[in-house]
T-cell receptor, first 113, second 116 residues
Framework: NAGVTQTPKFQVLKTGQSMTLQCAQD?????MYWYRQDPGMGLRLIYY???????DKGEVPNGYNVSRLNKREFSLRLESAAPSQTSVYFC????????????FGSGTRLTVV | AQKITQTQPGMFVQEKEAVTLDCTYD???????LFWYKQPSSGEMIFLIY??????QNATEGRYSLNFQKARKSANLVISASQLGDSAMYFC?????????????FGAGTRLFVKA
């Protein structure tokens, strides 16, 4: 009964370091998403994957890359972390475009110092 | 231009009373979906309710209903018989079917406090 699993839950990086956030879903959903949540700004879409083999930019893609490894897994990579990327990151998945709602992971709290 | 506006940063409601959380939206796409999500203090995001732009009736899910006023471009969430467990952050969101594709955008949220 896992749903959407994100790892790690917490991470502290130094400016310029790289890391990959992992996301996996076991609901056989076609679509997956990465959002960031900052205080007072709601959630902003970074990248999404409408189906296996496709990825597209969202509202705030700069500084990030993604990989849809297979139908289950969608990773987010920060190549050279910056303090502006300090945020809570959420992965989500949906059947189709999400009109039945997204299922979210529990989030990753990332701090870049 | 901001497409989802939630003007109430915080709201208080007495337990067992009803509360309305406001949401207005802006789109020129005739086909769109509207959503509400709940984020408790534990941090997870929980889908509550969905309304399609062509739906004739307001959506309801248990104690949640969406007051959809298309001409006013508003999609307010009504929670009936508030419970202490309803204390959380609530986000309104929208997907523009033709112009937005798979992108769902979120408002800044309203924090609801339920008082015993």
């Amino acid at each position: 009964n896992a749903g959407v699993t994100q790892t790690p839950k917490f991470q502290v990086l130094k400016t310029g370091q790289s890391m990959t956030l992992q996301c996996a879903q076991d609901m056989n959903h076609n679509s997956m998403y990465w959002y960031r949540q900052d205080p007072g700004m709601g959630l902003r879409l970074i990248y999404y994957s409408a189906s296996e083999g496709t990825t597209d930019k969202g509202e705030v893609p700069n500084g990030y890359n993604v990989s849809r490894l297979n139908k289950r897994e969608f990773s987010l990579r920060l190549e050279s972390a910056a303090p502006s990327q300090t945020s809570v990151y959420f992965c989500a998945s949906s059947q189709g475009a999400g009109d039945y709602g997204y299922t979210f992971g529990s989030g990753t709290r990332l701090t870049v110092v | 231009a901001q497409k989802i506006t939630q003007t109430q940063p915080g709201m208080f409601v007495q337990e067992k009373e009803a509360v309305t959380l406001d949401c207005t939206y802006d789109t020129s796409d005739p086909s769109y979906g509207l959503f509400w999500y709940k984020q408790p203090s534990s941090g997870e995001m929980i889908f509550l309710i969905y309304q399609g732009s062509y739906d004739q009736q307001n959506a309801t899910e248990g104690r949640y209903s969406l007051n959809f006023q298309k001409a006013r471009k508003s999609a307010n969430l009504v929670i009936s018989a508030s419970q202490l467990g309803d204390s959380a952050m609530y986000f309104c969101a929208m997907r523009e079917v033709n112009t937005g594709g798979f992108k769902t955008i979120f408002g800044a949220g309203t924090r609801l406090f339920v008082k015993a």
